[in-house]
């Protein structure tokens, strides 16, 4: 059957209006008028991702004389990490802060970042020169995917909540239950130091803990104390078998378009801010961990020996993944080139 003349007319008119569009989002700012950037940060406001990125956005606007403005959007309004990375991706923002667990996926040679006890029991002068020894690997890897490495620091180390077990030494989490993230490394992690992983959903691992459906939860430390669980959740082990490295983006494409003075505006202090971000993280974690003593949580942390035998065993996962993931293997020398 022809087409008839109006529905040529509506495809001609759609064409049409979809041009429009396409060319009034590419239209520079107005004459007179800084151009505008939207960095998106998943986590809320008052976070020390969302402190540092509002010391950030003072410092680089000021630095570039206003000639470009940065703005903000936080939690909820850009939707969860991996929401939030494709949105860099595909030009929606311009940049974004975001951790490991965003990035595995979109940028595979990083998931090595997600192995359990990488960086030796989260050590802080350890986790900062493996991060510094990498750097190189992490952002060419970052590059290749049509991202901008800003910042990286660290953001945060994974613990264990629990109602009834103190997960701090191996004698006692035989055959438990641990609630972790689907899609990471942490099943792997508790499965090989012979406890049963129920991979969970963060939205579904409260009501987990509080039907009993398993006895503690792996995750990191913030999260959990966003939730409250540690309020009824009375014990808190600081296994810190993993570490969330928290990377700030731009879309590459974007960045290389940018004057070179914007560009350095952006990236100047780059050091001075990651520091800062990194000790507002340590802080913080102190101060949390000290609030959770105060309302009766029990806080247990491994002793050195512990410590090793669940290091040990984890090495299988280790060595499972480097054998199925190749591309890793320099990143992972990089990582473990540190000595401690």
């Given at each position: 059957?022809?087409?008839?003349?109006?529905?040529?007319?509506?495809?001609?008119?759609?064409l049409?209006?979809?041009a429009?569009?396409a060319?009034?989002?590419?239209?520079?700012?107005?004459?007179g008028?800084?151009?505008?950037?939207?960095i998106?940060?998943?986590?809320?406001?008052q976070?020390?991702?969302?402190?540092a990125l509002?010391?950030?956005k003072?410092?680089?606007?000021?630095r570039?004389?206003?000639?470009f403005?940065?703005?903000?959007?936080?939690?909820?309004?850009?939707?969860?990490q991996?929401?939030?990375?494709?949105?860099?991706?595909?030009?929606?923002?311009?940049?974004?802060?975001?951790?490991?667990?965003?990035?595995?996926?979109?940028?595979?040679?990083?998931?090595?970042?997600?192995?359990?006890?990488?960086f030796?029991?989260?050590e802080?002068?350890?986790?900062?020169?493996?991060?510094?020894?990498?750097?190189?690997?992490?952002k060419?890897?970052?590059?290749?995917?049509?991202l901008?490495?800003?910042?990286l620091?660290?953001?945060?180390?994974h613990v264990v909540?629990?109602?009834?077990?103190?997960?701090?030494?191996p004698?006692?989490?035989?055959?438990?239950?641990?609630?972790?993230?689907?899609?990471?490394?942490?099943?792997?992690?508790?499965?090989?130091?012979?406890?049963?992983?129920?991979?969970?959903?963060?939205?579904?691992?409260?009501?987990?803990?509080?039907?009993?459906?398993?006895?503690?939860?792996?995750?990191?430390?913030?999260?959990?104390?966003?939730?409250?669980?540690?309020t009824?959740d009375?014990?808190?082990?600081?296994?810190?078998?993993?570490?969330?490295?928290?990377?700030?983006?731009?879309?590459?494409?974007?960045?290389?378009?940018l004057?070179?003075?914007?560009?350095e505006?952006?990236v100047?202090?780059?050091?001075?801010?990651?520091?800062?971000?990194?000790?507002?993280v340590?802080?913080?974690?102190?101060?949390?961990?000290?609030?959770?003593?105060?309302?009766?949580?029990?806080?247990?942390?491994?002793?050195?020996?512990?410590?090793q035998?669940?290091?040990?065993?984890?090495?299988?996962?280790?060595?499972?993944?480097?054998?199925?993931?190749?591309?890793?293997?320099a990143?992972?020398?990089?990582?473990?080139?540190?000595k401690?």
């Amino acid at each position: 059957m022809a087409n008839s003349p109006d529905s040529a007319l509506s495809r001609r008119a759609v064409l049409a209006g979809m041009a429009a569009g396409a060319a009034v989002l590419s239209l520079p700012a107005r004459a007179g008028e800084p151009d505008v950037h939207v960095i998106a940060n998943p986590f809320p406001e008052q976070s020390p991702a969302g402190a540092a990125l509002g010391r950030w956005k003072k410092a680089a606007e000021g630095r570039g004389e206003d000639k470009f403005k940065l703005k903000l959007k936080h939690g909820d309004e850009v939707g969860g990490q991996a929401a939030t990375l494709e949105g860099v991706k595909s030009g929606k923002f311009a940049g974004a802060l975001v951790t490991t667990y965003a990035l595995r996926e979109a940028v595979p040679r990083l998931a090595a970042l997600d192995l359990p006890y990488l960086f030796h029991f989260g050590e802080d002068k350890v986790v900062d020169d493996a991060l510094k020894a990498a750097r190189d690997e992490i952002k060419t890897s970052l590059e290749l995917n049509n991202l901008k490495l800003i910042w990286l620091f660290d953001m945060g180390r994974h613990v264990v909540f629990s109602r009834t077990v103190d997960f701090s030494s191996p004698d006692n989490i035989k055959g438990q239950s641990v609630a972790c993230r689907p899609g990471s490394l942490g099943p792997d992690t508790w499965n090989a130091v012979g406890c049963k992983a129920v991979p969970t959903p963060l939205a579904e691992i409260g009501s987990a803990l509080t039907a009993s459906q398993v006895e503690a939860a792996s995750i990191e430390i913030f999260e959990g104390a966003d939730r409250q669980w540690a309020t009824r959740d009375r014990i808190l082990s600081l296994t810190y078998h993993a570490v969330d490295v928290g990377f700030l983006v731009m879309n590459l494409e974007l960045f290389n378009k940018l004057k070179s003075k914007e560009q350095e505006a952006l990236v100047s202090d780059r050091a001075t801010q990651e520091a800062a971000i990194t000790e507002h993280v340590r802080k913080r974690q102190g101060v949390l961990i000290d609030e959770m003593k105060s309302t009766g949580v029990k806080v247990f942390e491994p002793t050195p020996r512990n410590r090793q035998l669940m290091m040990e065993g984890t090495r299988s996962v280790h060595d499972a993944f480097l054998k199925d993931h190749g591309a890793s293997k320099a990143l992972y020398a990089a990582l473990t080139s540190v000595k401690f």
